[in-house]
Structure formats: structure tokens, C-alpha cells
């Protein structure tokens, strides 16, 4: 019998690469070398842009906080070599009458605005998460004073508040109640900003804590409604301990933020009536700006900084505590 001679298989099938059961061509793994490359060239790409973000925050923050914390020992005027002087500008800072009146008004500006900015937002959020239609547009709504600049905020307020033709005693007019001096007068000034900065920042609160609600599993709020509990019950049992780290971490943020209030009382009412809105930061402002006292300026911002950081070890270190119990 005859022995069958085996076909010789083609040099181009060979050569052609195997094929998956999509009919698609399996390409082989590319070298090890070649993956280390890529893998290194990847590496050097996201460095590379971190790099940026570290110069910029080198550049426009640290720089400028080292050199406020050594002008803070200097008697320093822009023109003139720097002389140190030890803690003189601390104590020229500390003897000065409208020092105290600026903590005091910086104090109870964070007062009234945690009374006020901090429990409006979190009504907000609840009554937006319990909304079944217009979601959408009454968020807008909330956030759109965030998106508006502050300086236009401000004075947009600051027209508002116009004792003469203002819209808000035109509006009391209509209503026929009594008008008020707003930001005229010493016992309203204070207030009248709480409100001001209440408005223009807490649209991104809100949506914050909105955030948080929506991830709160709906089981809960079933079983307590089981359990015959009412809408206060549920937010104080279940609402409440679902978002208490996120609401202590806006209140630290908050207290920050509103120890550090600028704008307001810069475009609104520059500081008066007599004093009663001059903040911390106004006054490192006026130091630096209005009296060319550099270094005292300085120094109130050096004496801010160790206030605010000291406060937030210690909140963190008692929230921190509180939550591993």
C-alpha cells in the first residue's frame, strides 16, 4: 500500500498569527522590556503633574505663610531693609484697642453663623431629600448664589440693606412694620453679614449633606417607622448618627472659614458702624494697607493661625475620640 505524503503547510499560514473564536487575531504579549517602559513612562507622566501642583502650592501658599511667619519678627515697610525686633509686633498688635474689638466681632460673627449657617443648610438638605419632583431645578436654585462672585454678592447685599430705598424696608413698608438701620447700626450690623455669608455660602453645604442623606440605607428609616418612631425621632436616631461625620467635619471647616470673614464687612461696611463689624482678618488688612505696618500684620496673622490650628487638633482629637468609642 502506497504511504500517504504529508501536505507541506504554506509559509504564510504559517506565519499567520493564531485567531480567537471571534475571528480576530491574537496579538502575542508585547516584551517585558517594553511593559517596564511603558510603565515607567506612565510613572513619570503623573509625576510630572504632581510636580506642578506641588510648585504652585510652593510657590502661592507655603512661600508666602513662611515669609508671613518670619516678617512677624521683623519691623518691615516695603522699600526698606528688614530689622528684626524680637516680639515687639505682638505686642504693639495686642495693645491696640481695636484688637479686641476685632476677636469679639470675629467671635460672635462664628457664633451667630453656627447658629444660623449651620442648621439652615441641614434643613435644606432634609427638605430637598424628601422632594419627589423638580429635584433637579430647586438644587439649582440652592447652589446659584454659590456660583455668583462674593464682591458681587456683597454688593448686591449692601443694596439691599440701603436704609433709604433698600428692598428690604421697601418690603417691611409694604408690610407695614418697622424698618431697621441693617448694617447702619451697631446692634444689627453684626447680624445683617451672618446673613449675608449664610446666603452666599451654603449652597455647597447643602448639597453636601444632601449627598450624605442619600447614601443613608432606606432599611433604616423602614425599621424605625416600624418601631412607631415619628420625623423627629428618625432624624435624631437615624438621620443624625448616619451623617455625624460629615456635619463634623462642615462645623470644623465652617468655624475655619468664618473666622477668616473678609469680604462682608471689606465691601458692606467697611469695618463700622463704630467698629462693630472689624474682624480679624479687616484688621490684618488695615495693618498692612492702611497703616504700611507689614509686620504687624503679620503678627495678627501669626497669632490667627496658631488659634485656628490649635482648635482643630483639639476638635479633631475629640471627634476623632468619640467616634472610636
Given at each position: 500500500m ?7 503547510i504554506?509559509k ?7 485567531e480567537a ?7 502575542p504579549?508585547?516584551p ?13 507622566r503623573a ?26 519678627f521683623q ?9 528684626w ?14 484688637f479686641?474689638?476685632?476677636w ?22 432634609l ?9 433637579a ?16 454678592s ?8 440701603d ?16 424698618t431697621?438701620?441693617w ?14 455669608a ?6 455647597s453645604?447643602?448639597l ?24 423627629l425621632?428618625?432624624?435624631?436616631h ?26 462682608e464687612?471689606f465691601?458692606?461696611?467697611?469695618g463700622g ?10 484688621l490684618?488688612y ?6 504700611n ?11 490667627l ?8 487638633a483639639?476638635y479633631?482629637r475629640?471627634?476623632?475620640s468619640?467616634?472610636?468609642v
Amino acid at each position: 500500500m502506497p504511504t500517504s505524503i504529508p501536505t507541506p503547510i504554506p509559509k504564510t499560514a504559517a506565519a499567520r498569527p493564531v485567531e480567537a473564536a471571534g475571528g480576530r487575531p491574537v496579538q502575542p504579549p508585547p516584551p517585558a522590556g517594553h511593559r517596564m517602559r511603558r510603565r515607567l513612562a506612565d510613572q513619570a507622566r503623573a509625576y510630572a503633574f504632581l510636580l506642578g501642583g506641588l510648585l504652585c502650592f510652593a510657590l502661592f501658599s507655603w512661600y508666602p505663610a513662611i515669609r508671613a511667619v518670619v516678617i512677624a519678627f521683623q519691623k518691615y515697610t516695603p522699600g526698606s531693609s528688614p530689622e528684626w525686633v524680637g516680639t515687639a509686633n505682638f505686642t504693639r498688635v495686642w495693645h491696640d484697642p481695636e484688637f479686641t474689638a476685632a476677636w469679639r466681632n470675629t467671635l460672635t460673627f462664628t457664633l451667630l453663623a453656627l447658629l444660623i449657617g449651620f442648621a439652615v443648610p441641614f434643613a435644606l438638605a432634609l427638605v430637598l431629600n424628601e422632594l419627589r419632583h423638580a429635584k433637579a431645578f430647586f438644587r439649582v436654585v440652592v447652589y446659584l448664589p454659590v456660583m455668583i462672585p462674593p464682591v458681587v454678592s456683597a454688593l448686591l447685599w449692601k443694596w439691599f440693606y440701603d436704609p433709604g430705598a433698600g428692598l428690604a424696608n421697601e418690603t417691611l413698608r409694604l408690610l407695614h412694620l418697622p424698618t431697621s438701620n441693617w448694617t447702619n447700626g451697631t446692634d444689627t450690623a453684626l447680624i445683617s453679614l451672618v446673613l449675608v455669608a449664610t446666603w452666599a455660602n451654603m449652597g455647597s453645604t447643602v448639597l453636601i449633606y444632601l449627598a450624605a442623606l442619600q447614601s443613608i440605607p432606606g432599611e433604616l428609616y423602614e425599621a424605625a417607622e416600624l418601631d412607631g418612631a415619628g420625623l423627629l425621632q428618625r432624624i435624631r436616631h437615624v438621620t443624625i448618627p448616619q451623617t455625624r461625620f460629615v456635619v463634623l467635619m462642615l462645623m470644623l471647616l465652617q468655624i475655619i472659614a468664618t473666622m477668616q470673614v473678609f469680604t462682608e464687612p471689606f465691601v458692606i461696611t467697611g469695618g463700622g458702624p463704630e467698629n462693630a463689624t472689624v474682624t480679624v482678618l479687616y484688621l490684618i488688612y488695615k495693618y498692612a494697607f492702611l497703616y504700611n505696618d507689614f509686620g504687624g500684620a503679620c503678627a495678627l496673622s501669626v497669632m490667627l493661625l496658631v488659634l485656628l490650628g490649635a482648635f482643630s487638633a483639639v476638635y479633631l482629637r475629640l471627634t476623632g475620640s468619640g467616634e472610636d468609642v
